[in-house]
């Protein structure tokens, strides 16, 4: 399988994907799928009560739709995916007025991969417009493509100086972002109120710099000390995380202001009022 992982926006829902670059296929998360029909709270929930509900709908997926790798909780799972086939199938066993849309949307999304791969540029003009629907400021979204850059500059590094591309870069980036923030990689997105949704969609324009800022210290420092395999890069991203946090605690002592908060993109509801009631117990 390839390996283009990305995020697409269905009425300002996060459906991840999948594109198998060998078989020309896309894959959807089928429980981003659920989600996004039903605004279901707990989809996984939901998801498994449908296959019970509709024998035949849990026979199909368990037999075609495969565990696919997508950013779960910021490391890369095995979780369901779908084609586009797959999830017209789910769609039959969902009685949802957004059946329909969905359609015509998948249809959209398959055309626009044809589009970016003719033209790569174009990909980055979606992201941009999507991050656009979603309420995100241009000052904001110049600052995530930035980052995008240094992570994937890292990342090129990374796979370069043997470090296996799935469980070892959770890991690693889980060290970086651990050494300047304070907090896992989890903790943070708990902190959010986060649970499918990529934690860097909802940083802030300050979390978003000293995450560049940490994982470029890291490349820079790894390849001045030319860092090979796991354990000297667990070291070199330690210190490049170290880098960050110093620079953090510096503003932070002059300001007064934390650089690290639970503030997110989430619409109004549930998960904001927990996090407004977690500030207030501090």
Not at 153 to 158: A, E, G, P, R, S
Request: hydrophobic share 30%; proline share 3%; net charge positive.
């Amino acid at each position: 399988m390839g390996n283009t992982k990305s995020l697409a926006v269905f009425e300002n829902k996060e459906v991840r994907r999948y594109y198998d670059e060998v078989t020309e296929t896309w894959y959807f998360s089928v429980v981003d799928i659920v989600a996004a029909l039903t605004d279901s709270i707990n989809p996984t929930d939901y998801l498994k009560k449908l296959r019970k509900r509709d024998p035949e709908l849990g026979a199909y997926l368990g037999t075609n739709c495969p565990q696919v790798e997508m950013l779960t909780n910021g490391k890369n799972r095995k979780t369901l995916g779908g084609t586009v086939q797959d999830i017209l199938r789910l769609i039959q066993s969902i009685p949802s007025p957004k059946a329909e849309p969905f359609k015509k949307w998948l249809a959209k999304v398959g055309y626009e991969r044809m589009q970016e791969i003719a033209d790569p540029a174009q990909g980055l003009d979606r992201a941009r417009e999507n991050w656009q629907k979603l309420g995100r400021s241009e000052k904001w979204i110049q600052q995530r493509m930035t980052g995008q850059e240094t992570r994937n500059k890292l990342t090129d590094y990374w796979k370069q100086a043997d470090i296996k591309e799935e469980d070892e870069f959770a890991l690693l980036t889980n060290i970086i972002h651990q050494e300047w923030t304070g907090l896992t990689v989890k903790k943070h997105k708990d902190l959010k109120g986060l649970k499918t949704q990529h934690l860097r969609d909802h940083m802030t324009e300050a979390e978003l710099i000293f995450t560049a800022l940490a994982e470029l210290s890291t490349r820079q420092i790894a390849e001045s000390e030319k860092a090979k395999g796991l354990q000297e890069n667990a070291k070199a991203s330690k210190k490049g995380g170290s880098v960050a946090k110093n620079a953090r605690k510096e503003l932070e002592a002059k300001t007064g202001k934390s650089v690290v908060t639970g503030e997110n993109f989430l619409p109004p509801g549930k998960e904001k009022k927990q996090i407004e009631s977690k500030r207030k117990k501090r």
